[in-house]
């Protein structure tokens, strides 16, 4: 299958480039969000500890906010948003950067191999994110299984 120098820019360069900037600001705007609520919890426990004499209530809902916190911490942790954030922001940049260095004739895309090492760099930039994602799911999968039996 030959594929021309506009349909691989525009079927696969910048299909990716849009799928990392829209995970990318995905990951970001859940980091963000779920950092503010932490902020505004985690504030208000020590503020609302000094009315708990007064109330039956505020106990409750000091207690409800401090899971909270240890809920979304743990999310955070989890789901690594502000680690995939950058990691897809940095692939979605150095993909616009080899798309401009190989739009305008840059070093080191001048000549009759531009196209060719063009697809070679990207497809590199695209390899070394699965391989890293791959690696924190094979991880993620390592932390949750059990610990090993240890015989006596």
Not at 13 to 21: A, M, R, S, T, V
Not at 129 to 137: R, V
Request: proline share 4%; glycine share 4%.
């Amino acid at each position: 299958m030959h594929v021309t120098q506009e349909e691989y820019i525009k079927v696969r360069l910048d299909d990716q480039i849009d799928w990392y900037d829209r995970k990318s600001a995905r990951n970001q705007r859940l980091y963000k969000s779920l950092q503010l609520v932490i902020v505004i919890a985690s504030s208000s426990i020590p503020f609302l500890s000094a009315y708990s004499l007064n109330s039956y209530f505020i106990p409750l809902v000091v207690g409800v906010l401090g899971v909270l916190v240890a809920v979304i911490t743990a999310i955070n942790g989890f789901y690594k948003f502000q680690e995939n954030w950058i990691a897809y922001r940095t692939t979605s940049e150095s993909l616009k950067h080899e798309k401009f260095l190989f739009m305008t004739s840059t070093e080191p895309y001048q000549g009759q191999n531009a196209f060719n090492l063009l697809v070679q760099n990207v497809e590199t930039l695209i390899s070394q994110e699965n391989s890293t994602w791959g690696k924190k799911m094979e991880h993620a999968q390592q932390d949750k299984s059990p610990p090993p039996l240890v015989e006596a």
